[in-house]
């Protein structure tokens, strides 16, 4: 239309040029006039036809879509079992599926031509830890999705698992004046008012894992993530309970669980999870305890924990720690505390090295349920972009993880840590396979 509109006007201004010449003019002026013309002509259409291509037309993208043009390391090809599906959120709400998240082609025109005005929106990426790979991978898929559709992040922040440097951080990036803040909190009572702050500014807000407490969506926080916590100890739960019944072949197993003793969304998960597929799954497994405790102890571990668990229940054939490293404490305990570990199973959430060597030198730990993390960040980075163009996502997302055994741990580990397993963990391996007929 653009194009037959120029051509007109070109045309009309060739016959007022040519009408006002008179049909006195020379014949040379005349044709010069008409060559002058075509050239106008010829440049305007070749600017039309410029113009034509640069209105480009976007197709919607699903989160798989993304995932597999921003990454190559995309867990999405990994061949592993993906936990149980039954994510619930602090207010009770069930989780939409992180397969559910698009951003549609208008939505990806307009953060695209924001970016190309040379003004794009601003983004923060605040995190209370990276000081393990989930958290930092976390992050990655964040900032890294954002920067993909325009979205320029102004900063990364960690506060190194304290809460009071986490208010500090989020303070200061409120003088940065982002339009955005994707981020973990600490702690989500503590941190509450903080964030209902940000949000006065009228800085979009989506958080990881963990939501601050009583803030409204979507007026206050635009989006919530979690890597399925619950479904996550689901997992944990059946494995516990195949291992106990069918591989040690105990009768009437008793199990205990730990948990963190304050309120803390994402950690609770976990046990509620296994605690319900327990329940649900294995009658004659029977649970003795489940004890909270307020962090770690002066000796800077879980273990103190564990010791007077196992003391207070000597019987006792299987453990729950709310994640991985409280586990490796845990197999310590167990083995000072006389339990064998062909006995004895502990499973639980999130995998780092040394917890998969664990599991592959059949030691106490005997299933992990991971965390995907880049993908959690992707799916924070597509409601931070939904957010900013007003139209905010659903307000509870869930990723499932994946359940990692001896069998496939390794691979699960280097995929969704972006990493190359060390060479002691890829001997520990090889090991395992030759032994296992592998």
Not at 206 to 223: A, C, H, I, K, N
Request: aromatic residues 8%; proline residues 5%.
């Amino acid at each position: 239309m653009k194009r037959r509109i120029m051509l007109s006007l070109v045309i009309i201004a060739f016959i007022v040029v040519f009408g006002l010449s008179g049909i006195s003019c020379k014949s040379e002026a005349a044709e010069e006039t008409v060559a002058e013309t075509e050239e106008t002509v010829a440049e305007t259409e070749e600017a039309v036809a410029e113009e034509v291509e640069e209105e480009i037309v976007y197709e919607d993208l699903s989160i798989l879509d993304i995932l597999e043009t921003i990454t190559d390391m995309n867990s999405e090809n990994l061949d592993a079992p993906r936990t149980r599906d039954i994510a619930v959120g602090p207010d009770g709400e069930a989780g939409v599926s992180y397969k559910e998240l698009l951003l549609t082609g208008e939505e990806i025109a307009a953060i695209r031509e924001k970016a190309d005005s040379g003004e794009p929106y601003t983004a923060v990426v605040a995190w209370h830890q990276m000081r393990s790979q989930k958290d930092t991978v976390q992050a990655l898929g964040a900032k890294e999705a954002l920067e993909y559709f325009g979205v320029k992040v102004i900063d990364v922040s960690e506060a190194h698992g304290d809460c009071e440097t986490h208010i500090k951080n989020l303070m200061t990036h409120a003088q940065q004046n982002p339009d955005l803040i994707i981020s973990v909190p600490y702690s989500e009572k503590a941190e509450a008012e903080t964030y209902r702050k940000l949000a006065q500014d009228g800085i979009k807000l989506v958080t990881v894992d963990l939501r601050p407490y009583g803030l409204s969506y979507p007026d206050e926080v635009q989006g919530f993530v979690t890597a399925n916590d619950r479904g996550n100890g689901y997992t944990c739960a059946e494995y516990m309970g195949n291992w106990l019944l069918d591989v040690a072949k105990i009768e009437n197993p008793e199990v205990a669980a730990v948990k963190i003793s304050f309120y803390h969304y994402c950690t609770a998960e976990r046990i509620k999870g296994w605690q319900l597929g327990i329940e649900e799954l294995f009658p004659s497994i029977k649970i003795v305890e489940i004890a909270g405790c307020e962090g770690r102890s002066e000796t800077g571990t879980y273990k103190p924990h564990f010791d007077a668990l196992f003391a207070r229940h000597p019987e006792l054939d299987g453990c729950m720690p709310f994640y991985d490293y409280p586990a490796l404490d845990a197999a310590l305990a167990a083995k000072t505390a006389g339990f064998k570990a062909d006995e004895f199973c502990i499973t639980t959430t999130d995998l780092n090295e040394v917890s998969v060597m664990e599991m592959l030198t059949d030691g106490y730990i005997k299933e992990l349920s991971t965390p995907d993390p880049y993908t959690v960040g992707v799916s924070a980075a597509i409601l931070g972009i939904k957010a900013l163009l007003g139209n905010p996502g659903p307000p509870f997302v869930s990723v499932q993880g994946f359940a990692a055994t001896p069998e496939n741990a390794v691979e699960i580990y280097e995929t969704i840590y972006r990493v190359d397993a060390s060479p002691e963990l890829k001997q520990i391996y090889d090991e395992w396979k030759a032994a296992n007929g592998g």
